[in-house]
């Protein structure tokens, strides 16, 4: 594959992680371990097999037990937790518009350093729990910031 093409998928996949993509941050190990997560749930499982083959991890059949809501078509889930979305998040960031922000936030973040046997007041799980309450935040807000010349969602 040419630069220019390898270029042209990630502002591809970029672009579709914008609109259908998910960063947020788990809480595992009764809330104690909290852990970067990064999904897409879509009809289009050719697509998301474009991430898989990039990025790694499989894409799976979502059956109704894993959703809220009745499925009226067949959805499929690429999601990458850990360590292991950090690199892949880093990759798409340049060319996300509506999720950099969060992008950012979960980037800023050490995802690295394990969390087994720290104490709940440690630097680096207080960071990972600020991450996890500015994201919900950022998505609370669901309008792009006007400064970055995209338009609010609210007008």
């Not at 798409?92 to 087994?116: F, G, I, M, N, Y």
Request: one cysteine or more.
């Amino acid at each position: 594959m040419s630069d220019e093409s390898a270029a042209m998928r990630i502002d591809y996949l970029a672009g579709y992680f914008d609109g259908e993509g998910c960063i947020t941050v788990l809480s595992l190990g009764r809330g104690r371990y909290p852990q970067l997560r990064i999904t897409i749930v879509s009809a289009d499982q050719e697509v998301l097999k474009l991430f898989a083959a990039l990025f790694g991890k499989d894409v799976y059949e979502v059956t109704k037990s894993h959703l809220r809501w009745a499925l009226s078509s067949r959805l499929y889930r690429w999601s990458v937790s850990g360590v292991a979305a950090v690199p892949i998040l880093s990759m798409l960031e340049p060319h996300l518009v509506a999720k950099r922000e969060q992008a950012r936030v979960a980037l800023s973040v050490d995802w690295v350093t394990s969390t087994r046997g720290l104490q709940p007041d440690s630097d680096i799980l207080q960071k990972r729990w600020w991450a996890k309450r500015e994201l919900q935040r950022l998505k609370s807000l669901n309008l792009f910031d006007k400064e970055r010349g995209s338009l609010s969602l609210a007008e």
